[in-house]
């Protein structure tokens, strides 16, 4: 396998170790207790939090609160009419919106909610690969903006969440390492890979596939480092977007 060389270029002219251009909007939707829009060059997700004060029967009692999160693409996200799933979410959905779940859960105190809910809600408005990575990093911040929320109106005595939270895709293309593959590469890669990491630096998921070939230990750990320096430089943006809100 090829490693990250300044010489190799994309389609969109960044290195392979670079990632497409991101942007976070908190507080998109005028309705949510704390909502961000995420772009990572064409892939934009609209991601909203909700709290209600309930649980779920199998923690009602224990004084703990929970936090999930829904995943959903929005028919004309994709180039083919993406289908409703008005039956209920499907394989891929429900993969997807643990993960978010998943993820989100690890970066949050639950015994400081009570019997609430947090939901965030992760909306694809286009699809242009890595569209569950950037929902993290959206749904990270509306959670966030959410609690603080319910902290400043006295619903909770601090904010639960004690460390941020980014993922990023990082794979193998026609031998090359490519960090934050958009859905051209993503589509021909011969290894595809999702990271999420804490901003302390733990990871919280590696799911790696070998599409068409495999991959050896040197290949993993080369693939880890790339992902942890694009998580970094997202963790970097999502601070300056907190900041700038002010």
């Not at 499907?90 to 978010?100: D, V």
Request: proline share 2%; net charge negative; glycine share 10%.
């Amino acid at each position: 396998m090829q490693r990250v060389s300044i010489k190799n270029q994309r389609s969109d002219g960044r290195k392979p170790d670079g990632l497409r251009a991101v942007r976070f909007e908190r507080g998109y939707l005028s309705s949510a207790l704390g909502s961000c829009l995420v772009e990572f060059g064409n892939t934009r997700v609209i991601c909203a939090a909700s709290i209600e004060e309930n649980v779920a029967n199998w923690l009602k009692g224990k004084n703990r609160g929970w936090v999930t999160a829904e995943y959903s693409m929005l028919p004309a996200s994709t180039p083919v009419r993406t289908k409703r799933e008005t039956q209920g979410p499907r394989g891929r959905t429900q993969e997807i919106q643990r993960l978010i779940g998943r993820s989100l859960r690890a970066v949050v105190d639950m015994s400081v909610l009570g019997e609430t809910t947090m939901t965030v809600d992760c909306d694809v408005l286009q699809a242009d690969g890595g569209t569950r990575t950037a929902a993290i990093c959206g749904a990270w911040i509306a959670m966030r903006d959410a609690f603080e929320y319910w902290k400043k109106a006295g619903r909770i005595r601090t904010n639960p969440v004690f460390d941020q939270l980014a993922a990023v895709s990082v794979g193998v293309v026609d031998g090359v390492s490519l960090l934050d593959l958009d859905y051209h590469e993503d589509s021909r890669a011969e290894v595809d890979m999702n990271l999420v990491m804490t901003g302390s630096g733990e990871f919280i998921e590696v799911q790696g596939t070998g599409e068409r070939t495999g991959f050896d230990r040197e290949q993993l750990d080369w693939l880890l480092d790339l992902g942890s320096s694009g998580i970094n430089t997202l963790l970097e943006l999502q601070q300056q977007a907190l900041n700038q809100a002010g």
